[in-house]
């Protein structure tokens, strides 16, 4: 499976910035779709999850502001990110899982940066 994401870029303390990832050369069924995202200095940490069945589920500190959305048809996943704030200010990261080889795949990164 490869994942390419796309969207990110700079904006300013506000703004929005939506996010997306397609995976490729999949035979298999994705089930766990997610955003990370690593900030300068930190430990990479998720953003936000969405399951095969729709379940989603979201940090704390993105709750409100971010949603998280996939296609399945297009095998691809989207992260909207809304009222943006500096400390969103990090590179994310999309992964999905596939249950049945447990294994997980993880795409290039892409820089979000929010400047205030």
């Known amino acids: 499976v490869q994942l390419q994401a796309s969207g990110g870029g700079l904006v300013q303390t506000g703004g929005s910035l939506r996010l997306s990832c397609a995976a490729s050369g999949s035979m298999f069924r994705l089930d766990a779709m997610s955003w990370y995202r690593q900030a300068p200095g930190k430990q990479r940490e998720l953003a936000a999850q969405?399951?095969?069945?729709?379940?989603?589920n979201y940090a704390d500190s993105v709750k409100g502001r971010f949603t998280i959305s996939r296609d399945n048809a297009k095998n691809t996943v989207y992260l909207q990110m809304n009222s943006l704030k500096p400390e969103d200010t990090a590179v994310y990261y999309c992964?999905?899982?596939?249950?049945?080889?447990?294994?997980?795949?993880w795409g290039q990164g892409t820089q979000v940066t929010v400047s205030s």
């Open positions: 969405i399951r095969s069945g729709g379940f989603t």
């Open positions: 992964n999905v899982y596939v249950a049945s080889i447990r294994q997980d795949y």
